[in-house]
C-alpha cells in the first residue's frame, strides 16, 4: 500500500497552554482531538515519532464491528444488554469513520469481515461468537466451510464492513485540524 505523504507539523511553543492535551497521533487520538476541538477546546497532540507511526499505521485497516471473539469474550462476563450497548458504541463510531472518509474524499471500501475456526478444536469458540453476535444484534451469518486455500471449520460472516487506507485518514484529519 502506497503511504500518503502527511506535512510535518508545527512543534508547541513553551509555556503553551491547552485544555487538553492529546498523547498519540494515530486514529483514536487524532479523532479525539478532533471532536474535542470543534467543541470549541484548545488541544494539543504530541506524538514522540510521526502521526501513525504505531498501531494505525500497521493496521490491516479494517472498519468492522465483527472483531475475531470479543463480542463472546465480552457476554461471557456481561449482560446481553451491556454487549448489545457495546456493539452500538462501535456502530455509531463505524459511522462515523465511514461518514467522515466521505466527507473528505477518502476512499473505502465494502467488504464481508469473516472470524473463522482454524481447526475443529475452534469451532466452538466461534460459534459462540456467531450466538452472541445475533444475540447482540449484528446480522452475522453462519458459514460451514469457507471458499478459501487454507484449512478452516466453519465461520461467522458480517456482510457490508468496511476497509480503507488509515494513513489517508490521518491525513484528511490533520488538515481538518490546522
Not at 454487549?83 to 466527507?103: F, I, M, P, S
Request: net charge negative; glycine share 6%; hydrophobic share 40%.
Amino acid at each position: 500500500m502506497d503511504r500518503v505523504p502527511i506535512a510535518p507539523q508545527p512543534t508547541l511553543e513553551p509555556n503553551s497552554r491547552f485544555d487538553y492535551v492529546i498523547v498519540g497521533a494515530g486514529l483514536t487520538g487524532l479523532t479525539t482531538a478532533l471532536l474535542l476541538a470543534r467543541s470549541g477546546a484548545e488541544v494539543a497532540v504530541v506524538e514522540a515519532r510521526r502521526i501513525g507511526a504505531v498501531t494505525t499505521g500497521n493496521t490491516t485497516a479494517k472498519l468492522s464491528l465483527l472483531q475475531s471473539t470479543q463480542v463472546s469474550k465480552l457476554r461471557k462476563r456481561h449482560s446481553a444488554d451491556i454487549v448489545r450497548r457495546y456493539v452500538d458504541a462501535n456502530r455509531e463510531g463505524q459511522q462515523w469513520l465511514l461518514r467522515y472518509c466521505d466527507e473528505h474524499g477518502v476512499a473505502t471500501q465494502k467488504q464481508a469481515a469473516v472470524t473463522y475456526a482454524q481447526s475443529e478444536s475452534a469451532t466452538g469458540q466461534v460459534r459462540r461468537e456467531y450466538e452472541a453476535c445475533k444475540e447482540a444484534g449484528l446480522e452475522v451469518e453462519w458459514v460451514e466451510h469457507l471458499d478459501v486455500a487454507f484449512e478452516n471449520h466453519g465461520a461467522v460472516r458480517l456482510a457490508d464492513q468496511a476497509q480503507f487506507d488509515p494513513m489517508a485518514v490521518l491525513a484528511a484529519m490533520t488538515e481538518d485540524a490546522l
